[in-house]
Each structure stands twice: as C-alpha cells, then as structure tokens.
C-alpha cells in the first residue's frame, strides 16, 4: 500500500491555514502544498472559539503572547444566551471544570432550583463552577489557589480575527517551516479508474497530483461534495438559519465592553453575536431566509446596534456589513478515496456554540493520528475510524445546538414561533439527533443514577438550566426526601460566592489584564 508523503491543501480559509500549520509542523518531511484562490473570498468570520481550541494551539506550539497580538485576540470564558426565553435575561455556560463543590452532581442542583421554600436560588453557574464571580465581575487572573477549579490553560477560549490568524499561521508559521504555497483556482478534477482524485488543474492550466486532496474549499466542498458525490445531510428541518449578516462596531468603553464572553441575543427573526476582539468588536446577526431578506435583516441589525450600544446613528450606518449564506448540515463522511475534507467543505452545524474552529482543530488531530499511526500508509479500516471520530463528535454537538432551540421559550415573533411551538424536535429518529432522542430523554426517568454520567461542567445542563428546562421528575421533587440538602445546598453556594464577590473585586478586568500580559 502507497505511502501518503504528497500532500495537497485545496482552500486557504481558517480549515486550510490550520491544517497546513499542523501537518508541517508534525511532519516537516512530507511534500505539503497549499493552494488558496485570490478570486473566491474566505468566509472570515468565526472569531469565537471554545476552551478545547487550545488543543490545536498546543498541539501546534502557538504561545498566547506571540500569535494573540497579531490577531486582534482576547480571551474567552463562557458563551452567554441573553433573551433566549423573552424576558432579556442572560444565561452563561462559561468554561472549565465543576471541581469546587465536587461533593454535589447536577441533578441535586435541579432538585434544590425546584424547592419553594427556598427564595432566590442560586444559578446553576453559580453552583457548577468555582469562578462565577470572577465571570460576572470580567475579571481575569492567571493562577490563583483561592478560586476553586481555575485552571488558565484549560479555561480560556479566544475571541479573534479569524482572517488575522489564518494570516498569521500562514507567514508566521507555515511558509517559515517549509510549507509549499501556490495561488491559484482549481477550475477542474480528473479522476483515475477507481475514482480516486488523479489530478486538480488550475485557471493557469497548471496540474496538481498528490497522494492526499485535503478540501478545505468552504462550503463549495470543490472535492468531497461536488467532485466524489458525498451523500450531505441537511439539518434545515431544526435549525432554520441559513444566513448571517456581520459588522464590527468601534468600542465606547473599552474597559465596560471587552468581555469574557461570547453573548449570543435571541432578537426577532435569530440571533444576534457580541464578539469583543482588541480593537473593535464583532457583530453580526443570524437568521433565517425564510423570514428575512438581506436588506431587512442589516435593517434590523443596525436598529438593535442603535438601539443597544452607545454607538451613533452615524457611525452604525457608516459601518461596513457583510452578508454570508450558510448551510446547515455534514456530509455523511468526510474522508472518501483520496480526499479528506475539513472545516466547511466537510459540514457546519450554525454559529451558535462556536464549534467551527473547534471541529476543525479536532479533525486535524484525528488526521495527524490517523497519518502517523502508520508512517503515512493509510487503508479503508483507517478511513473509517477517521470517519467515525469525526462524526460522533459532530452528532454530539449537532443534538446540543438543536437543543438550545427546543428547549427555548421565546414566541414573540413568526420566527420563534416556528421553532418554539411548530418544529417537533423528536420526529424524525436519526443518528444526527440522538442526543435529543435518547440522551435528553433519559433524564425523565425516576432513577436518579439516569443522572451520574452528567458531569457539572457539561453543557448540557447549563443550558437546561438557563433555559429553564427542568427534567427532575415530580416524584422526586414531591417525595420531600430533600428539604434539608437543599437548604445546605444553598448555604454552601452562598458563603462561597460572598467569599469569592469579595475576593476577586482585587484583580484586573480582561482590558487591564491583557494590556499588562499580551498587549505589552
Ligand atoms: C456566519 C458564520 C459565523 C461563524 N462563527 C463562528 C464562530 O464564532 N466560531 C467558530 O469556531 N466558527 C464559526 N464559524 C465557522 C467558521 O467561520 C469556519 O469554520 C471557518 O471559517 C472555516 O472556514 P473554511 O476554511 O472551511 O472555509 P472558507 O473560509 O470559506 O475558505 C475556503 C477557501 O477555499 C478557497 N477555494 C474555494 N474554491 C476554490 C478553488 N476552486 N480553487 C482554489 N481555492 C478555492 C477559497 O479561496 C478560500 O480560501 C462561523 C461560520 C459562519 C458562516
């Protein structure tokens, strides 16, 4: 069986420049090549990540203080949903390990949130991690021993410039370590007998061969879609949106709006993100064609900038919008014949949750197993785990993105109607939705050991939480077994949290802190 050693990047948006970054690094002896078209733009968005980005950072050496800066980066702790049940409040599910109250699962939180003696419950943040002051105060800090469960390195997520990094790993990183680069457009593919891809011919009449076609060509999927017929599953049946437009507004207050989070605002007709990077701030709203035109929606994002910022009119209309077509949906593999796709080319769920970057930094992971598990030589059990690493990871994702929307209670608007009142979440049973077939469902049930593989710092009931979506059965609740723990419950929760308002009211706000530490 051949040996991968020639290696064929197709596409230099975020997929193609991390990839690239990646495999040149990992394996510098191989023939890599990236080609990246100058006529057909980057999507360029994407500037939110989650703490499981740092894999990929790790695993490609990038060290905060050199590559941030030239990103326009901040830092990330939680992804906040604001309006999300029509009544303006802000929900958090911020990042990191639920370590400090180890003693207590999710399910004693739910029980204790259900309990009417008690008033003014605690948040399920507020029980789940160690830092939530921290959060709610934006302030940050390196290490610290008082603040249970703070572990920098496995907390922070980025907010960045996605073209800025993709940028970045190409000068910086790539090209310095030996990574062939060609600008070009692939106009044509032939194949071999066997249907592999043989060659990729190019606007110059130029003719690509390579052992391995990685197709990070967006949502074209020039190879995997569009060349090798790679059966796409839809998933426009749950998530309504296909469109976003995108802006970046300057800052007012710098040291009030450079937050820790990511805020994602339930508006009209979708959503609305609050993507705070170090010189501006990325906006851009959400929603679906079924209930927009282009022109209504940048309408409708500039009334809400108006209205919601202390921006002028001026300015807002001034701003530049873009406008991006998204499609909802994965291929049913990503790794067929010779051509492995990553990024949009393989599949894209939508922005909420920010799981691009991240499935792209997991895929790569799973391809650098995969090529050097065996020095390069690769066979059809391979493809198929590659295939199958991929996907339980998209399925799992897929569920929790679509759950937010079931689990949501807005209905204020056409548009949140349909998806609050009309969409029936569990009517179509497939692998995609398992998670709210099976995993959802399982919490309904009066063996409350249904409930001991939930871990505090899971999404899943950050979400159920803020959403307030409670599956404790009312037997449970009912049987009053619980007066007492809740009452402790709550006592615990609240000397830490006053201890802690306290306490982390000394350190620097996210402005400060990367002023003195990154922006030196
Ligand atoms: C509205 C929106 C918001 C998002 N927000 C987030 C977020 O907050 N966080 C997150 O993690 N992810 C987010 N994503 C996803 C993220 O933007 C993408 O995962 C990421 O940008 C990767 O894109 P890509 O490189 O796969 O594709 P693209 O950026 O589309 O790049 C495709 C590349 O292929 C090249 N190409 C195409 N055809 C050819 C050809 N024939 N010949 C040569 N080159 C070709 C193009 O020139 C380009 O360089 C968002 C996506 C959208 C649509």
Redesign the pocket.
Known sequence: MKKINKILI???????WMTAAALINRFPDKDITL???EN??????????VQVFRQYTGMTGLIDEEWMPKCNATYKLSIDFTNWSGDGKTVKYPFGKGTWLNKYKPIDWFIYNQDKNIKNHYSYENFAIGHSELLRQNKMVYEDDHINGWDFNDITGFQLD?TLFANYLKTDYSLPRGLNYIQ???KDVTLDYDGNIKSLISSSDREFEADLFID?????S?LLGKTLKTPFVSFGKYLLNDK?V?THIPYTDIEQEMVTSTDSYAHKNGWIWNVPLWTNIGK?Y?YSSQFLTEDEAEKELKEYLINNTKCSKEIINSLQYSH?Q?TPGFHEKSWVKNVCAI???NG?IE?LE?????F?GDAIEFLVDTLAARDGVVNSYDKSIFNKRVRQRAEYFVGFVIGHYAMATKNDTEYWKTITEDIDYLSIDEDWTKYLQVYMLEFFSELINKWQYLKPEDGTPYIMAGFGFNPVVDKIIQSGHHKESNLKLHKDIESYINYQKEYVSQFPNMYNYLKANIYK
Do not use: H, N, R
């Open positions: 197709i596409g230099g948006g975020s997929s193609g080609i990246e078209s057909i733009s980057t999507i360029g968005v994407g500037e939110s990540t996605a070009d457009t692939i990070c060509t967006g949502f074209k020039l976003a995108a851009g959400v991006i998204m990024g949009l080319a894209f922005p920010a799981t691009g970057l991240m792209i």
